[in-house]
């Protein structure tokens, strides 16, 4: 009966061992398996792309820069294409707001750009075109409420005065400019900076050299004179540049230059070929999201 119990036993501690090596063996191949697995589920958003937003939220390394023109709920001051209604454009500053954006100068991007320095997560630029009235009206107040800043691209002959670089063609309707008090005002408060945009809004590429470099310098010389404070920003009417103009806003003294390329910028791209944004009145809010989104890595 001993012996019964004793070889019983026996047989029962081999069964015992067997499983231990039977269990010990998977864990040795399923650890590794698991572990592998487990890296891979994690790595996944990486590798797909999911994650993109928080990565270049963290450590960004492109620049937005949006590009408007009018802020106006008037359809007499023109159609959708240059005009954003004031309802819109508060929808896009609080989306931008509420979803992760910092909005910095064209100072703080060139800085960031040329290798200098880092910006915060997800950041993103504001300019205006041309100099329009509204800007001061409609725009600003929305700028305050969201404490954003902005830059805004004069025209200086059409200071005070009506855009007569496209109402004299035909092209728009007339549209009030902003006036220097209003300017001084604006750039008083620290939130917006003002650039140039030449003296007469021309296609800078069909001028001869002479006059291109008059409609160049000349708009920051008085810019500069008349605001007390320097100019380093420059933006092609209508887009319109080629080497030979670019030469010439960088010999000038400009510091950036931007252009109607649709894109975002990333370090060490070309400060006077800066790509932009354009945001139109005709655009849904999803088209919004999608328009400053989808040049993003």
Not at 132 to 147: E, G, Q, T, V
Not at 202 to 224: C, F, M, S, W
Not at 241 to 253: C, F, S
Request: net charge positive; glycine share 8%; proline share 5%.
């Amino acid at each position: 009966m001993l012996k019964f119990i004793g070889l019983g036993a026996k047989r029962h501690l081999g069964r015992n061992e067997s499983e231990v090596c039977t269990k010990g063996l998977f864990l040795r191949l399923w650890l590794p398996a698991a572990g592998v697995l487990l890296a891979f589920v994690l790595m996944f958003p990486l590798i797909t792309g999911y994650t993109r937003t928080v990565l270049s939220g963290n450590k960004p390394d492109v620049v937005t820069i949006l590009a408007y023109h009018k802020i106006n709920p008037d359809r007499a001051a023109g159609g959708l294409g240059l005009r954003v209604s004031p309802e819109k454009f508060d929808w896009q500053m609080n989306y931008l707001k509420n979803h992760g954006y910092t909005v910095v100068s064209m100072d703080e991007a060139k800085s960031f750009l040329e290798g200098e320095g880092t910006l915060p997560p997800k950041p993103v630029v504001i300019t205006f075109d041309d100099g329009y009235r509204d800007n001061y009206i409609y725009a600003w107040p929305i700028l305050k409420k969201y404490h954003f800043c902005a830059t805004i691209y004069q025209v200086y002959n059409s200071t005070g005065g009506y855009n007569f670089f496209d109402a004299d063609r035909g092209v728009q309707p007339r549209n009030r400019m902003l006036g220097w008090h209003e300017i001084r005002e604006m750039r008083a408060s620290g939130m917006v900076d003002f650039g140039a945009h030449t003296m007469d809004h021309p296609h800078l590429t069909g001028l001869d050299p002479a006059e291109a470099r008059y409609q160049i310098v000349t708009a920051k010389n008085r810019l500069e004179k008349t605001l007390g404070c320097r100019v380093d920003h420059f933006c092609y009417p209508y887009g319109d540049v080629n080497p030979q103009v670019a030469a010439m806003v960088r010999a000038a003294g400009f510091k950036t230059a931007v252009t109607c390329i649709q894109g975002v910028n990333r370090r060490k791209d070309d400060p006077y070929m800066l790509k932009r944004i354009r945001i139109m009145g005709r655009y849904s809010n999803r088209r919004f999201v999608r328009e400053i989104t989808r040049y993003t890595p």
